[in-house]
């Protein structure tokens, strides 16, 4: 009787390409040798020209091998895909799957194996003499990249120290510059108060009151002095004189004991003082 494939119980779940392959040349290869035993050959199905099956056996024709005997012969000796399955694919899902499909994953992991470290391109490790190299080789490639850098590197540091020298010039002369200003600000001072004085000793501008009563105190002169002008005066001129300043003189050694002291009055302009002292005049005649 012809070689069957055996079938199982069970549905199996879908396996891979290289799987799938390795299974089938197990069966063909089984098949083949049992139909030369028994004096039969495969025929090849033009219904699947991808697949083969069993054919009838002959009793006419001699044990002979056929055209599928031949074609099954250059497909063994075609080289497979090393294709290596997932791990999902090789471990079955249940253990009944495992015990089931034991021998068809010894068969299909060990030639997947080989045929993957067949296919791998080995090489030669690199020596410390190959690593040498190839770092003198990088270096020469780069050395002129590094010493470029390295030159404009040394420029920006010379520019650098440059620029700091002229920031410490610039600071030290800003701090003579302020010392310069402190010290005309004191002899500004100084001569403004000195103007001052030399203003208020100048006669051109000065008129000297007497009879003034000493009672009156200092603070209160300027508006005592303001109501005697108004009383000198009109009152729009009593209101555009404008005065300066006045304060208290010692007394002369001439001047009687109980006389009160001199008040100066200094006027803003020579025009005031002269309205003022023809004011005077006009009032005693």
Known sequence: MPFQFPQTGKK????SGAYLTLQTARYTTEAAAFDARHGTYLLKDPAEPDGYTMGRRSQKTPPTAG???QDIGDMLQRP???KMATPAERTPASPDEGEQHGAGLEISTAPQATESLAGQ???TPATKQDIADLLMEMRRMHAADINLIKSEMQAMTART???EEDILDLQREVREIKDTCYH???AQSTLITRLDQTEDRNRRTNLKLRGIPDTIDSSELPHYLRRLIATLLPSAQAKKLVLDGCFR???ARQAPTDAPQDVIIRCHSVTDKIKLLTAVRGKTR
Do not use: H, L, Y
């Open 249 to 251: 003189i010692r007394k």
């Open 184 to 186: 005309m600000q004191a």
């Open 80 to 82: 497979m895909a090393p």
């Open 67 to 69: 055209r599928g005997t």
């Open 12 to 15: 199996t779940r879908r396996k």
């Open 121 to 123: 391109d080995t090489q």
């Open 161 to 163: 120290r440059a620029t």
